[in-house]
């Protein structure tokens, strides 16, 4: 077994309302940062794994994300596996 660590980046889903996003792509404006289009607030979830190999960790983490980590309803999640540490 080797140790991995795993980026999940969750974000709110394409067309679905971001109160946060709206709140902070508002504030950013009112500080003259006038470039900015749009903001999607989202979390990051990193976690160490053991796994017989990355594309193991990947399905493990995967796993956690249908069963607790992302709402599948309302949020989009992408994995990131990072070599052995």
Known sequence: MNAYTIDVRIS???GLLDPEG???HHALHSLEF???EDV???KLVRLKLL???P???RQAAEAMCR???A???TEDFEIVVDGRN
């Open 22 to 24: 709206k709140a902070i």
């Open 12 to 14: 709110p889903r394409a």
């Open 40 to 42: 999607r607030v989202g």
């Open 55 to 57: 594309d193991g960790a």
């Open 34 to 36: 006038d470039g900015v």
């Open 67 to 69: 069963k607790l980590l």
């Open 71 to 73: 709402n599948p309803v």
């Open 51 to 53: 796994a017989d190999s």
